[in-house]
Every structure is written in C-alpha cells, then in structure tokens.
C-alpha cells in the first residue's frame, strides 16, 4: 500500500519580522517570534512610533478562492493598555512629532513666523523653541545675538522670533528637553533698503563727488542713485536735473561741468532689492569760481567781467 504524501501545516504560533516603515527600531530585534512575544518601537530623534509596542498574535486562518490562507497577526498599543488588532494594510511608521504647517512660514527683513501642529499630543507637554544667530554665515556686518526661548503650549499655534536684523542668517529650533530636536531650519530675513552713504564730498580741484561704500548689512548692494539738481545762486531759480544710477564699485562720480554761479544740490542713494534708502545730501557753490575765469581773460576782458558782476550784484 502506498504511503500517504505529508501534509505541510504552518506553524499557528510564530510571525516574522515585519517589513514596516523605514527607521523603525525593534527591541528585541529578531527574524521570528513567537505568539506573545511583545516588541518595543523605537524611531530616531524627533520622530514617534505610530504605535509604541506591538506583538505576534500568531498566524490566522482566512478562505481566499475557496483555499485555506495563512497570515500573520500582530496587535499594537499606544498609551493604553488595551490590545488592537493591526489591520493588514495598516503601516506602523515613524512620524514627525512636529510638523511645521506648509504655506504658512512667513518671513518679513525684521521677523520670521511659522505655524506648527504636533501628530502626537501626548508627546507635545514640555517643548520649547528658540532662534538662534547663525554666526556660520559670514556678514560684513555684526549682529546681535537673539535672546530667550518661548515654550509652546497645546497641540497647535503661531511661533515668532524676536525682532531680527535684516539680511542675516538664523536658525529656528523646537526641540523637546532635555536634547530631542523635533525641528531645525535656517532661514534668512528679508532684504530692506541700506542706510544713508556716509562721507559725501565734493574735491573742489576736479569737482569729482566721493562718498564711501556701504557694506551689505541690510541686502546686497545694487548700486547708487544720484540727483543733481543746479539753480542759479542769486534766485534760486532752476537750472537743470540729472539723475545717474552707478554700480556697487563705483564710489565716485564726476557731473558734467558746472555753470559759474550756480548752486548744487546733490544726493546719494544706496540701492539693494528692496529700494533705495535715505539719502546722503551735499549742497555746494559751482567749483567752478567767476573770478577764475576772468582770471584767464586780457585785462580788457578782467575790467569788462568785473563790471558785470558788479551789474550783476546790483552795485552798478
């Protein structure tokens, strides 16, 4: 008589290693375990479990096409003492504890704000955000550091630095005592318009304009904008207007050749993004003297130049 074939049986009460999401941490991490066997889920700094512990209930019979199935069972917990059952399609993952709500950063040249939710309240009692100078960050210019840290409250709200200086690098911080970072970013404040050029003047020997460069403290610097503006010194009457615009190396700046008589007013403008900031402003006399000129005439020419600006004056 012919021997029976054997008919295999799974095992009812082991499960395998399950394939969840990535940075989960098992304690004990094993390939099998066995019915009961209870695990502890751990992720990284910054992130929790969508359940804190799960364990093997086994394998379970299901008809699938009219044939016996075979699956494994796991049950979880999370801050309870009640067991569930693990839907098959259900996927225990790391989650941010601390999301940053998208769309919702705002970030002005004097303040940076942002909206924050936490995924797992229970973990959300105690934590604390902070900005923080980023001195990495080369500048040409100093910045003080930002003071004081704010500890957030319930499960969702607004967070907003301290008044910040513009163009400068920080960084916003929330983490959870004693060291769980929960989010970090480094973020740059808004370009505004630079201060006022310092060091205006005029060399009356060539009648250049020269000032001295402003530094990108409050944004790059585009270049500079200058006006002049020429009316006659006896009246005040208008003359003439010109507006010039020079680039960021650019440090000084000759004008056409100026009317005896007259009277300038210039100013000098820093540009960056934003705009152009307050202006540096030099009112001076045409370098050009009226005495020079006769000076170059005959003699004729001297007596005949001295009256008219004796007519001129109105002593004659």
């Known amino acids: 008589m012919p021997a029976k074939a054997a008919v295999l049986v799974p095992a009812q009460d082991t499960c395998k290693r399950p394939d969840w999401g990535p940075g989960l941490q098992l304690t004990p991490d094993q390939e099998n375990y066995k019915k009961n066997d209870e695990v502890l889920l751990r992720c990284p700094a910054g992130f929790q479990p969508s359940l804190s512990r799960v364990k093997c209930a086994g394998k379970i019979q299901t008809i699938s096409n009219g044939n016996r199935v075979y699956r494994e069972a796991w049950n979880g917990k999370n801050g309870s003492d009640v067991w569930i059952n693990i839907d098959p399609m259900y996927r225990v993952e790391c989650l941010d504890v601390l999301q940053v709500v998208p769309g919702t950063l705002e970030i002005s040249s004097t303040s940076i704000k942002l909206n924050w939710t936490c995924r797992l309240p229970d973990t959300c009692q105690d934590i604390w955000a902070k900005c923080r100078l980023e001195d990495e960050y080369s500048s040409p210019c100093e910045a003080e550091e930002v003071k004081g840290e704010e500890r957030l409250h319930g499960w969702k709200g607004t967070f907003t630095c301290p008044p910040l200086q513009p163009f400068t690098h920080y960084s916003v911080t929330i983490s959870l005592p004693p060291s769980?970072?929960?989010?970090?970013?480094?973020?740059?404040?808004?370009?505004?318009?630079?201060?006022?050029?310092?060091?205006?003047?005029?060399?009356?020997?060539?009648?250049?304009?020269?000032?001295?460069?402003?530094?990108?403290?409050?944004?790059?610097?585009?270049?500079?904008?200058?006006?002049?503006?020429?009316?006659?010194?006896?009246?005040?009457?208008?003359?003439?207007?010109?507006?010039?615009?020079?680039?960021?190396?650019?440090?000084?700046?000759?004008?056409?050749?100026?009317?005896?008589?007259?009277?300038?007013?210039?100013?000098?403008?820093?540009?960056?993004?934003?705009?152009?900031?307050?202006?540096?402003?030099?009112?001076?006399?045409?370098?050009?003297?009226?005495?020079?000129?006769?000076?170059?005439?005959?003699?004729?020419?001297?007596?005949?130049?001295?009256?008219?600006?004796?007519?001129?004056?109105?002593?004659?």
């Not at 205006?200 to 009648?207: A, E």
């Not at 009246?235 to 680039?247: A, C, E, I, P, Y």
Request: proline fraction near 6%; include cysteine.
């Open 180 to 316: 769980t970072i929960l989010f970090t970013r480094i973020y740059r404040t808004k370009e505004t318009v630079p201060d006022a050029p310092e060091d205006l003047q005029l060399d009356p020997s060539t009648g250049s304009l020269g000032w001295k460069a402003l530094p990108s403290c409050k944004g790059e610097i585009l270049g500079y904008q200058l006006n002049i503006t020429a009316r006659r010194a006896q009246d005040s009457s208008f003359l003439d207007f010109q507006q010039v615009t020079v680039n960021q190396s650019v440090t000084q700046y000759t004008p056409p050749a100026q009317a005896a008589g007259s009277t300038y007013v210039v100013t000098v403008q820093g540009l960056t993004a934003a705009g152009a900031g307050p202006a540096a402003v030099l009112e001076f006399q045409s370098y050009i003297s009226e005495l020079q000129t006769y000076e170059n005439l005959d003699p004729y020419g001297m007596i005949m130049g001295s009256l008219l600006a004796a007519e001129d004056a109105g002593v004659i």
